[in-house]
C-alpha cells in the first residue's frame, strides 16, 4: 500500500472519512490533529462521543481490550471512531507482540463499522528506504492499515502555521516575526502551539490586536536541550495545566517515568542549591564557577529560583524525593506518581 502525506489524508477524509490508518513520522502534534479533523468529519454526536469515540492509551493497550473496542456497535450511527496511540513498535518485546496486535487488526475485517488510528509516536517505528517503500513492521502493519507519514514542517511552514495560529486566537502576526519565534521556541509544534496561546493572551492583555516582535522573549521560553527544566518550572510556579500537558506529551512518546523522576530529582536539588547561594549573594558565574554547572544553565536556573520561596523549593525537593522512593518501590507505571506530584505542588 503506498504511503500518504498528511495533506492527502486530510483530503481524502473530506471525501470519505471511513478507514483504517497508521500514523507515523516525525510530527506527533500534526498526529493528534489529524485526529481530531478525523473525528470531526465524522460528525460524532457529542451526546453520544462516550459509545462512538473510543481513544486507547499505551497503558491501558492489550490486544483482547483492542477487540473488545472493535466489537462494540456504534451507537445509533453507522460509524465510529477508534484510536490507539503510544505503541512502541520498536521495543515490543518479541515477535509474538506484533502477531497479536496485527490479530486483533484483523477483526477490522469483521466489525466493518470501525473507523481505526493507530498512531505511532515519533521514533518508535523504523521508518521506509527509500521513501514510499515500507519495510519491516511498518510494511506489515501496511497491509492492514493505510500509512499516513508526518513529515516535520520546514521553518518556512511553520512560520505561516504560527501566522495563522495567530489568527485563530484574533492576533495578526507577520510571516517574519513568526519566523523570529520558531527560532527562538524551537520547531516542536506542541511547544509552539502553547507559546502562541500565552502570546496571544498577553497581547489582548495589553489591549493590542497585533504582536510585538519584543514581547517574544518577555513571554515565550526560550528553546533547551533541558526538557524537563520546563516541566520542573511548570510543576513550581502552579501551572498545573501545563505540567500536565507536558507529562502527556511524555506519557505519550513512553519516556521512562523513572528517568522523568531522576531529571526531575537533579533539577529540584539544584535549583535549592542555587536559591541558597543567590541569597548568600552569588551571581551566575560564581554559581557556575562552584559548583561546574554549565553557564548558560545556572543563569537560566538562578532566574527561574529567585522567582520561588525557599520554603516552597524545600518542601519540593522533599516531595521529589519521596515519589522518587515510592515509584521505585512500585509495580505501577509511575505516571500516577508523577501526576500526584503535580497536583500536591
Known sequence: MDIISSAEFNKKI?????????????EDYLKAHAVKSLKDAMQIDEALEFFNYV???????????????????PMM?????????????????????????LDALSHLDEFDYNTFV??????NITEEIPKKAPTGALKTLS????????EAPTQQKLALWAVRHFEHHGIKASQSDCAYLVEYCGRNMF??????????????SKSRDVLDRADIPLVCSEEMEYGAFEFSNAILEGRRGDALSILSVMKFKQVEP?????????????????????????????????????PHKAGLYLNSARKMELSRLQRAVAMVSETDLAMKFRYDSGYLGLEKLICSL
Do not use: C, H, W
Not at 118 to 123: E, F, S, T
Not at 143 to 150: A, N
Open 14 to 26: 473530506k471525501e470519505a472519512p471511513e478507514g483504517a490508518y497508521l500514523f507515523y513520522g516525525e
Open 55 to 73: 481513544a486507547i492509551d499505551v497503558l491501558d493497550y492489550t490486544p483482547d481490550k483492542l477487540i473488545d473496542a472493535l466489537s462494540m456497535p
Open 77 to 101: 450511527a453507522e460509524q465510529k471512531l477508534v484510536v490507539l496511540t503510544g505503541l512502541n513498535v520498536k521495543k515490543m518485546s518479541n515477535n509474538s507482540d506484533l502477531t497479536n496486535l
Open 118 to 123: 493507530l498512531v505511532i509516536p515519533a521514533g
Open 143 to 150: 497491509e492492514r492499515l493505510q500509512p499516513v507519514k508526518f
Open 191 to 204: 511547544t509552539l502551539s502553547s507559546e502562541i496561546e500565552k502570546l496571544s493572551l498577553y497581547t489582548r
Open 258 to 294: 523513572l528517568m522523568v523522576m531522576g531529571e526531575l530529582s537533579g533539577i529540584f536539588s539544584d535549583l535549592l542549591r542555587i536559591k541558597i547561594m543567590s541569597l548568600a549573594g552569588k551571581n551566575a558565574s560564581q554559581i557556575a564557577a562552584e559548583t561546574g554547572i554549565n
